[in-house]
């Protein structure tokens, strides 16, 4: 059986952004029939949320898409590059954070960048905005961001696996 690609979605709290990346990227995944190949999960820079379910907003607004969000919040810890393939930033401070973690951790080919990167349609250095402190508006564009950029992210991950023979 061969190694799965391993995806970890990161944002700030674990409860907004990244777990609406997980749930976005892992249906997709299902949709494709790759669920076998690439695992998904997600974590936060901070620990403010430790255990928690999403935001009920980000919960809500993936459910009128027929998503369920079902992580618990966690803290990414500078060992998870180890067994980590892909970790996509929300934000270019998730990113700085991920960059200074990395540097203290073994991780010889982690693909570590920010996941708008992946939309060929947003401008390079495009963040996911936090939508915790704004109104409903923010996490439907939480969503359509995530969506977009998960498709490429596929994309990606299905020209890997072709060119490894798998
Ligand atoms: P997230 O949003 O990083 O998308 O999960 C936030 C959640 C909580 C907080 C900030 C951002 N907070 O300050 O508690």
Redesign the pocket.
């Known amino acids: 059986m061969a190694e799965t690609i391993n995806v970890c979605f990161v944002?700030?709290?674990?409860?907004?952004?990244?777990p609406t990346a997980e749930g976005v990227f892992r249906a997709l995944v299902t949709q494709a029939g790759l669920s076998d190949r690439i695992h998904v999960e997600s974590a936060?820079t901070a620990g403010?949320?430790i255990g928690e379910l999403p935001?009920p907003r980000a919960r809500e607004h993936a459910a009128r898409r027929g998503l369920q969000l079902v992580s618990r919040a966690r803290q990414f810890q500078a060992r998870d590059f180890e067994r980590l393939h892909y970790v996509l930033a929300?934000d270019k401070q998730n990113y700085r954070d991920l960059v200074a973690l990395r540097s203290v951790a073994r991780s010889d080919s982690v693909h570590l960048a920010l996941f708008r990167d992946f939309d060929r349609s947003a401008p390079r250095g495009s963040s996911v905005p936090?939508?915790?402190y704004g109104g409903p508006e923010g996490f439907e564009e939480v969503l359509d961001q995530c969506e977009r950029a998960a498709a490429g992210l596929l994309e990606a991950i299905k020209t890997r696996l072709k060119s490894e023979g798998r």
């Not at 944002?11 to 990244?18: D, P, V």
């Open positions: 944002c700030l709290g674990n409860i907004c952004r990244s936060g403010y949320h935001d929300m936090d939508p915790y």
